[in-house]
Nanobody, 131 residues
Framework: QVRLEESGGGSVQAGGSTRLACVFT????????VAWFRQAPGKGREGIAM???????TYADSVKGRFTISKESANNTLDLQMNSLKPEDTGVYFC?????????????????????????WGQGTQVTVSS
C-alpha cells in the first residue's frame, strides 16, 4: 500500500534552519498534489505548503518567505527547507498526498491546505525550535 515516511527535523535554535524529507512508496510524486502539514501541541493540524503536478508551490502566510517546498521525481521525494525558524514553528510535521489532482486545482487556500483534502499521510517528525 501507499506509504509516506518523513525524516529530518529535531531541535533547532531560533533563527536557524533545518530540512525535512518525505519518501514515498507505491506513489509517484512527479505529477501529484503533495503537501506539508504541522501540528503544534494542543492545536489542530495546519497546512503550510503544497506543490502541484507542475511543480508550482503554494504557502500559508505563516511560512511564506521562510519555507520552501520541493519535490524530486528521480528519488520520488518531497522536501521542506525551513529557514529563519521561530519558536512558534515547533510541532510535528507531516507529509501528505492526495488521491487525485483536485486539491491543487482549487483557488481557495483554505481548501488547498485543508487536511481533509489529502488521503495519504506520514507518521510525522518532530521539530522543536528553542528561543
Amino acid at each position: 500500500q501507499v506509504r509516506l515516511e518523513e525524516s529530518g527535523g529535531g531541535s533547532v535554535q531560533a533563527g536557524g534552519s533545518t530540512r525535512l524529507a518525505c519518501v514515498f512508496t507505491k506513489y509517484t510524486v512527479r505529477a501529484a498534489c503533495v503537501a506539508w502539514f504541522r501540528q503544534a501541541p494542543g492545536k489542530g493540524r495546519e497546512g503550510i505548503a503544497m506543490i502541484d503536478g507542475e511543480y508550482r508551490p503554494t504557502y500559508a502566510d505563516s511560512v511564506k518567505g521562510r519555507f520552501t517546498i520541493s519535490k524530486e521525481s528521480a528519488n520520488n521525494t518531497l522536501d521542506l527547507q525551513m529557514n529563519s525558524l521561530k519558536p512558534e514553528d515547533t510541532g510535528v510535521y507531516f507529509c501528505a498526498a492526495s488521491s487525485g489532482p483536485r486539491p491543487c486545482t482549487w483557488r481557495e487556500l483554505s481548501r488547498i491546505l485543508s487536511p481533509s483534502s489529502y488521503t495519504y499521510w506520514g507518521q510525522g517528525t518532530q521539530v522543536t525550535v528553542s528561543s
